[in-house]
């Protein structure tokens, strides 16, 4: 993942590139030419996936397909456009998207994440709901929950912030949501209590309501740290933390959140995600190039020095110290 300065025509794109309105912008393998970068940043798209030929090629390991992710974002933008104008939600397309994300999830089981959205500044907040209905619904899978609850979690974490559509107030739009949802029979109570209290937190330092403990619903708590970890990796303003970071992050909320949770939830995230540029504690510098399931602490690694893959399942008493922000020359 390259900054928008970084590119130049000697760059070819790696995955997609949207529009506010989900067209592609640019394809897979295409060049990345000065007109291209001025209407990217036009768009407020900031940065891109390129190839890289140090890493050489790897899989697509997102696991929730580029149609269904794109589909669910046009239609949560015709949610919240029609929501402002004050006309029935299309509420059996957002079930039916909420499904198909559950089902990419279910048949990619064990799949982590690994890439950061890249999203246009147009689109950001449907975008923002699409990756933490993903992220929660993730979450309720890991902590066993069955089919029913898995999908009450995901069309609540998708409409989650459908109060924007109705007020530009911070504070009021987890009311204004859970007031809307309300009005439809097929959204559950708890799936909606999820607009209401995903910014609540268990030690009541949260909002509206300022609630505690259990009152404040699992579901909620789930969706809370997908916003959370959403907004740290993909800030509306381009600004991003990395993965590492966030989970940092994450993982100190324990005052805030129910600690099965927050394990359930940090335990679908890549820290060190595929292209990431890596020291080990030996010194040793290289790029990861694959996250085993299950065990994202132990990637393996192609070294810089001499394109030695290291397999850290291998070797137990090596482990990653840092990340390095700039990537050094391969040789």
């Known amino acids: 993942m390259l900054s928008l300065f970084e590119l130049s025509e000697a760059h070819k794109i790696a995955r997609p590139i949207y529009a506010p309105d989900q067209s592609i912008l640019l394809n897979r393998g295409a060049s990345v030419k000065l007109a291209y970068k001025n209407r990217l940043e036009a768009f407020g798209i900031l940065s891109v996936y390129v190839e890289d030929e140090f890493l050489g090629t790897i899989e697509d390991i997102d696991p929730v397909s580029d149609v269904v992710r794109q589909g669910a974002t046009r239609i949560v933008q015709k949610a919240f456009d029609l929501a402002a104008a004050k006309k029935p939600l299309n509420i059996d397309e957002l ?16 799949c982590m994440v690994q890439f950061t959205d890249i999203r246009s500044s147009g689109a950001y907040r449907y975008a923002h709901s699409v990756n933490v209905c993903i992220l929660a619904t993730l979450t309720a899978i890991g902590l066993g929950y069955d089919m029913l609850r898995v999908k009450q979690v995901a069309i609540g974490s998708l409409l989650h912030d459908i109060g924007y ?8 739009h987890p009311m204004e949501g859970f007031n809307l949802l309300r009005r439809y029979p097929m959204v559950h109570t708890l799936s909606a209590a999820i607009a209401v209290q995903h910014h609540e937190r268990i030690d009541g330092a949260g909002f509206p309501r300022n609630l505690k403990g ?7 708590q789930i969706c809370a740290l997908a916003d959370m970890y959403d907004h740290l990796t993909n800030a509306e303003d381009g600004e991003h933390v990395l993965p590492h970071y966030a989970l940092e992050k994450i993982m100190s909320e324990y005052n805030g959140y129910d600690q099965k949770i927050i394990t359930a939830f940090v335990r679908n995230i890549a820290p060190y995600p595929v292209g990431t540029s ?4 030996d010194g040793q510098e290289g790029k990861v190039i694959a996250v085993p399931k299950g065990l994202p602490l132990r990637p393996v690694v192609k070294l810089f020095e001499t394109s030695e893959l290291i397999h850290l399942l291998d070797h137990s008493t090596l482990f990653v110290t840092e990340v390095i922000e700039k990537i050094p020359v391969a040789k």
Do not use: S
């Open 214 to 220: 259990d009152a404040v619903h699992e579901y909620a």
């Open 95 to 110: 079930v039916r998207v909420a499904n198909q994300i559950t089902d990419d999830l279910l048949a990619n089981r064990g």
């Open 165 to 172: 559509a109705l007020t530009d107030n911070p504070l009021d």
């Open 278 to 281: 890596v020291r080990l504690n």
